[in-house]
Nanobody, 122 residues
């Protein structure tokens, strides 16, 4: 499956932003989709994931209550980010893996999008 992430940008603290991840090449009805982020000089970290078949979701503690992951009938995954903080600044990647179990480790995902930059100014 191919992934195309978009929607990043420069915002101020407290603002909202929605990232999109368009999928193509395969039907993703039996996939788990995830969002990860990587700040400069730091490792890539799990943000959120959704099981396509039943919509179950999982979030990192750092974004719980502020971010929402969702999917739609056009095979697109979204990450709605609210109350953004400067520490949310990172390149955000969408990822996919076959199967319906939600994993938080990036090594469990075998398809990756190109990343989209999110910068939150204070």
């Amino acid at each position: 499956v191919q992934l195309q992430a978009s929607g990043g940008g420069l915002v101020q603290a407290g603002d909202s932003l929605r990232l999109s991840c368009a999928t193509s090449g395969r039907t993703v009805s039996a996939y788990t989709m995830g969002w990860f982020r990587q700040a400069p000089g730091k490792e890539r970290l799990f943000v959120a994931a959704i099981s396509w078949i039943d919509g179950s979701t999982y979030y990192a503690d750092s974004v719980k209550g502020r971010f929402t992951i969702s999917r739609d009938a056009k095979n697109t995954v979204y990450l709605q980010m609210s109350s953004l903080k400067p520490e949310d600044t990172a390149v955000y990647y969408c990822a996919a893996r076959s199967g319906n179990v939600v994993y938080t480790q990036d090594r469990e995902y075998n398809s990756w999008g190109q990343g989209t930059q999110v910068t939150v100014s204070s």
